[in-house]
C-alpha cells in the first residue's frame, strides 16, 4: 500500500516534470532543466546527458553536473563541456562496450549497482574521471531518450543515487527504471518540440533577411536602411525599458515585445519589394530606366548640327549667288554661334535642373518652357526641343520625385502592410503589420497610407518613425545627396517635432538619451559628425 502511495508521488512528480519541460523553449535551458529533474526524480548525486549527432554518428556532452564536486559544466553554466563526443559506432559496428553507446544503440535502459564490480562494459572513462577528481563512482542509471517517433535522440546518465534518509550511495531502485524512461522520453518529446520551434524561428529569421537582401539588391543606395533602422529602432525600444523618470517611466517591453517590434523593423519596408527600382533611386529628375538626359544631349548635339547645317547651306547660297559678300558670311556665322551659345547655354541650364539639388524658381520653369517651345527638323517633321513629359519632370520643384513618382513611393506603405497581414503571426507577433505599416505616419494626421492621428499611433509605431526619419536623413550612401552632418539633422529631427509629425518624448529620449551619438559614431561618416547641441 505504501508503495502504491510512493508511485503515485513519482506518477504525479512526473506529470508536473512534463508539463515544465514542455513550456521551456530555450535549448540550453530545458536541457539543464531535463538533467536537473531526472536527477532530482532519482535523487542521483550526478548526470551528464548526451544527444545523439546523426551526421557523425556520435553521444555528445550537452550538460554534466556533479553535486559533490559542485560542478555544472554546458547549458546556461558558462563553462565549456570539454570532453570528447562518444562514437555510436567503431569499426563500422555498433559500440556497445560504451555503457552510454550502448543504450543510445539499443534503446535498452542499463541500470548497474556498483561500475567497479560490472562487467560487460569498459568503464575505463568513469575510473578515470574519478582518478583525476576524486571521486567514486558506484550505481550508474543509463536510460534513452526516445522521441515521438521513436527515435533515440539522446541519452541520460545518472550516477550514484542517494538514499532519500541517509543520502548514502545507494544503487538506483529498480521501480524508478520504469518511470525514469517515461520521465526521458517526456523529455525527448519536449526537447523535440524546442528544436521544431526554434527552426523555425531560425528559418522565419532567415526569410526575413533573405526579404531584406532582396530589397537591398534591388537598391543599393537604400539597401543598408532596413538593417539601420532596425538597430535604431532597438536601441530607442531598449533605452525606454530603461527609463525610470519620465512619460514612459512605466512602459516595460516584454520579450515578446521586444521580438515583435524586432520583427516588425525588419519588415517595415517590405513593400519596396514592389516599387520600381527607377523610382527608389530616382536619382535625376528625367531618370526612367535610364537618365533621360542623355537623350536630351543626343538632341541638341543634331539640333547644333542641324544650326550649322542652315549657316553652310545659306552660305553656299550666297556664294553662288556669284557676290562674294564677307559681310554677309560673315553675319551668318555670327548669327550661328550665336544660336549654338545659346543652345549651349540651355543644355547646362537643364542638365542642371535636372540634378534636382536646388528649388525651381517660378523664372526657372519659365525658361524651360521657352526652351521647349523651339523646335527643330527631323526628316522634315517639327518637333519641340523639349516633349511634355520632360518639361513636366523638369519642373519639378523640389527633389527628383515627381507627383506620380511620390505615389508610387509611398505606396510600399500600404503594401508592406497588405503584404504583412497575409502573414498568420502568432499571437505575440499580432502588432507586426500595424507598427511597421505605421512608420510613415504622423502625429498630426498628415501621414500616409492611413493618415492615421497621435491617438491610433502606437508607441511602436513612434518609435519606428523616428528611426526610419534619421536613418534616411543620415545615409552616406546614396550618390546623389550629399551626405547630412549630424547638426543639421538633429536640427530637422527638432522641425519634425515642431510640425508635429514626430513624437516629441520619443525623439528626446532619442537625443537627449545620447542614443543618435553612439549611433552616428558606429554607422555614420566621420566627415558627417560636426558639433550638435541638443
Ligand atoms: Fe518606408
Ligand atoms: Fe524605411
Same mark, same amino acid.
Given at each position: 500500500?505504501?508503495?502504491?502511495?510512493?508511485?503515485?508521488?513519482?506518477?504525479?512528480?512526473?506529470?508536473?516534470?512534463?508539463?515544465?519541460?514542455?513550456?521551456?523553449?530555450?535549448?540550453?535551458?530545458?536541457?539543464?532543466?531535463?538533467?536537473?529533474?531526472?536527477?532530482?526524480?532519482?535523487?542521483?548525486?550526478?548526470?551528464?546527458?548526451?544527444?545523439?549527432?546523426?551526421?557523425?554518428?556520435?553521444?555528445?556532452?550537452?550538460?554534466?553536473?556533479?553535486?559533490?564536486? #559542485?560542478?555544472?559544466?554546458?547549458?546556461?553554466?558558462?563553462?565549456?563541456?570539454?570532453?570528447?563526443?562518444?562514437?555510436?559506432?567503431?569499426?563500422?559496428?555498433?559500440?556497445?562496450?560504451?555503457?552510454?553507446?550502448?543504450?543510445?544503440?539499443?534503446?535498452?535502459?542499463?541500470?548497474?549497482?556498483?561500475?567497479?564490480?560490472?562487467?560487460?562494459?569498459?568503464?575505463?572513462?568513469?575510473?578515470?574521471?574519478?582518478?583525476?577528481?576524486?571521486?567514486?563512482?558506484?550505481?550508474?542509471?543509463?536510460?534513452?531518450?526516445?522521441?515521438?517517433?521513436?527515435?533515440?535522440?539522446?541519452?541520460?546518465?545518472?550516477?550514484?543515487?542517494?538514499?532519500?534518509?541517509?543520502?548514502? *550511495?545507494?544503487?538506483?531502485?529498480?521501480?524508478?527504471?520504469?518511470?525514469?524512461?517515461?520521465?526521458?522520453?517526456?523529455?525527448?518529446?519536449?526537447?523535440?518540440?524546442?528544436?521544431?520551434?526554434?527552426?523555425?524561428?531560425?528559418?522565419?529569421?532567415?526569410?526575413?533577411?533573405?526579404?531584406?537582401?532582396?530589397?537591398?539588391?534591388?537598391?543599393?543606395?537604400?539597401?543598408?536602411?532596413?538593417?539601420?533602422?532596425?538597430?535604431?529602432? $532597438?536601441?530607442?525600444?531598449?533605452?525606454?525599458?530603461?527609463?525610470?523618470?519620465?512619460?514612459?517611466?512605466?512602459?516595460?517591453?516584454?520579450?515578446?515585445?521586444?521580438?515583435?517590434?524586432?520583427?516588425?523593423?525588419?519588415?517595415?519596408?517590405?513593400?519596396?519589394?514592389?516599387?520600381?527600382?527607377?523610382?527608389?533611386?530616382?536619382?535625376?529628375?528625367?531618370?526612367?530606366?535610364?537618365?533621360?538626359?542623355?537623350?536630351?544631349?543626343?538632341?541638341?548635339?543634331?539640333?547644333?548640327?542641324?544650326?550649322?547645317?542652315?549657316?553652310?547651306?545659306?552660305?553656299?547660297?550666297?556664294?553662288?549667288?556669284?557676290?562674294?559678300?564677307?559681310?554677309?558670311?560673315?553675319?551668318?556665322?555670327?548669327?550661328?554661334?550665336?544660336?549654338?551659345?545659346?543652345?549651349?547655354?540651355?543644355?547646362?541650364?537643364?542638365?542642371?535642373?535636372?540634378?534636382? #539639388?536646388?528649388? $525651381?524658381?517660378?523664372?526657372?520653369?519659365?525658361?524651360?518652357?521657352?526652351?521647349?517651345?523651339?523646335?527643330?527638323?527631323?526628316?522634315?517633321?517639327?518637333?519641340?526641343?523639349?516633349?511634355?513629359?520632360?518639361?513636366?519632370?523638369?519642373?519639378?520643384?523640389?527633389?527628383?520625385?515627381?507627383?506620380?513618382?511620390?505615389?508610387?513611393?509611398?505606396?510600399?506603405?500600404?503594401?508592406?502592410?497588405?503584404?504583412?497581414?497575409?502573414?498568420?503571426?502568432?499571437?505575440?507577433?499580432?502588432?507586426?503589420?500595424?507598427?511597421?505599416?505605421?512608420?510613415?505616419?504622423?502625429?498630426?494626421?498628415?501621414?500616409?497610407?492611413?493618415?492615421?492621428?497621435?491617438?491610433?499611433?502606437?508607441?511602436?509605431?513612434?518609435?519606428?518613425?523616428?528611426?526610419?526619419?534619421?536613418?534616411?536623413?543620415?545615409?552616406?550612401?546614396?550618390?546623389?545627396?550629399?551626405?547630412?552632418?549630424?547638426?543639421?539633422?538633429?536640427?530637422?529631427?527638432?522641425?519634425?517635432?515642431?510640425?508635429?509629425?514626430?513624437?516629441?518624448? *520619443?525623439?528626446?529620449?532619442?537625443?537627449? #538619451?545620447?542614443?543618435? $551619438?553612439?549611433?552616428?559614431?558606429?554607422?555614420?561618416?566621420?566627415?558627417?559628425?560636426?558639433? *550638435?547641441? *541638443?
Amino acid at each position: 500500500m505504501a508503495k502504491n502511495i510512493g508511485y503515485g508521488e513519482h506518477v504525479d512528480k512526473l506529470l508536473k516534470i512534463g508539463t515544465a519541460l514542455s513550456a521551456e523553449r530555450n535549448l540550453d535551458k530545458l536541457l539543464e532543466m531535463i538533467l536537473d529533474l531526472a536527477r532530482e526524480f532519482t535523487r542521483a548525486d550526478a548526470g551528464t546527458l548526451y544527444l545523439v549527432v546523426e551526421e557523425t554518428q556520435e553521444l555528445k556532452f550537452e550538460i554534466a553536473h556533479n553535486d559533490t564536486l #559542485g560542478s555544472r559544466l554546458g547549458g546556461t553554466s558558462g563553462n565549456v563541456v570539454n570532453i570528447p563526443p562518444v562514437p555510436l559506432k567503431v569499426d563500422g559496428k555498433e559500440n556497445v562496450a560504451n555503457v552510454s553507446a550502448y543504450v543510445g544503440n539499443t534503446g535498452k535502459l542499463v541500470n548497474i549497482p556498483d561500475v567497479y564490480e560490472a562487467d560487460g562494459f569498459d568503464f575505463t572513462g568513469p575510473r578515470k574521471y574519478d582518478e583525476m577528481t576524486g571521486y567514486r563512482t558506484r550505481s550508474m542509471m543509463c536510460v534513452p531518450m526516445r522521441n515521438h517517433e521513436d527515435e533515440i535522440i539522446g541519452v541520460l546518465q545518472l550516477m550514484n543515487a542517494r538514499d532519500e534518509e541517509t543520502s548514502e *550511495v545507494i544503487p538506483f531502485p529498480e521501480e524508478f527504471m520504469a518511470l525514469t524512461e517515461s520521465l526521458a522520453s517526456q523529455a525527448a518529446v519536449a526537447l523535440n518540440n524546442a528544436q521544431l520551434i526554434n527552426n523555425l524561428k531560425e528559418l522565419f529569421e532567415a526569410f526575413i533577411r533573405s526579404i531584406a537582401t532582396a530589397i537591398e539588391r534591388k537598391s543599393p543606395y537604400t539597401g543598408g536602411h532596413i538593417h539601420r533602422v532596425a538597430d535604431l529602432t $532597438m536601441r530607442i525600444a531598449r533605452r525606454v525599458n530603461d527609463l525610470d523618470e519620465g512619460p514612459y517611466a512605466n512602459i516595460k517591453f516584454s520579450e515578446d515585445e521586444m521580438e515583435e517590434l524586432r520583427i516588425a523593423a525588419w519588415m517595415h519596408d517590405i513593400g519596396k519589394i514592389t516599387t520600381p527600382e527607377h523610382v527608389v533611386d530616382k536619382a535625376t529628375k528625367l531618370e526612367t530606366i535610364f537618365d533621360r538626359i542623355d537623350l536630351i544631349e543626343t538632341r541638341f548635339e543634331s539640333i547644333r548640327r542641324e544650326i550649322e547645317n542652315q549657316a553652310l547651306r545659306l552660305k553656299v547660297k550666297i556664294l553662288s549667288n556669284g557676290s562674294v559678300s564677307e559681310v554677309k558670311i560673315k553675319k551668318v556665322d555670327a548669327e550661328m554661334e550665336k544660336k549654338i551659345e545659346q543652345l549651349e547655354d540651355d543644355l547646362d541650364f537643364i542638365v542642371a535642373t535636372n540634378m534636382g #539639388g536646388e528649388f $525651381m524658381a517660378d523664372e526657372k520653369i519659365e525658361r524651360l518652357e521657352k526652351i521647349a517651345r523651339q523646335s527643330y527638323k527631323v526628316n522634315g517633321e517639327e518637333r519641340p526641343f523639349l516633349s511634355e513629359n520632360e518639361v513636366y519632370n523638369l519642373s519639378i520643384k523640389k527633389g527628383t520625385l515627381n507627383k506620380e513618382d511620390r505615389l508610387k513611393i509611398e505606396d510600399h506603405a500600404l503594401v508592406s502592410i497588405e503584404m504583412l497581414r497575409e502573414l498568420p503571426f502568432p499571437k505575440k507577433l499580432a502588432h507586426v503589420p500595424e507598427y511597421a505599416g505605421g512608420h510613415h505616419e504622423k502625429l498630426n494626421g498628415k501621414g500616409y497610407p492611413f493618415g492615421l492621428t497621435a491617438e491610433q499611433l502606437s508607441l511602436q509605431a513612434r518609435i519606428m518613425a523616428v528611426a526610419d526619419i534619421f536613418e534616411a536623413l543620415t545615409a552616406h550612401d546614396r550618390p546623389y545627396k550629399r551626405p547630412m552632418p549630424l547638426s543639421k539633422a538633429v536640427q530637422i529631427m527638432g522641425f519634425f517635432v515642431k510640425d508635429e509629425e514626430l513624437d516629441p518624448d *520619443v525623439v528626446d529620449v532619442f537625443l537627449k #538619451g545620447g542614443i543618435f $551619438m553612439e549611433y552616428a559614431q558606429e554607422e555614420m561618416d566621420p566627415t558627417q559628425l560636426d558639433e *550638435v547641441n *541638443v
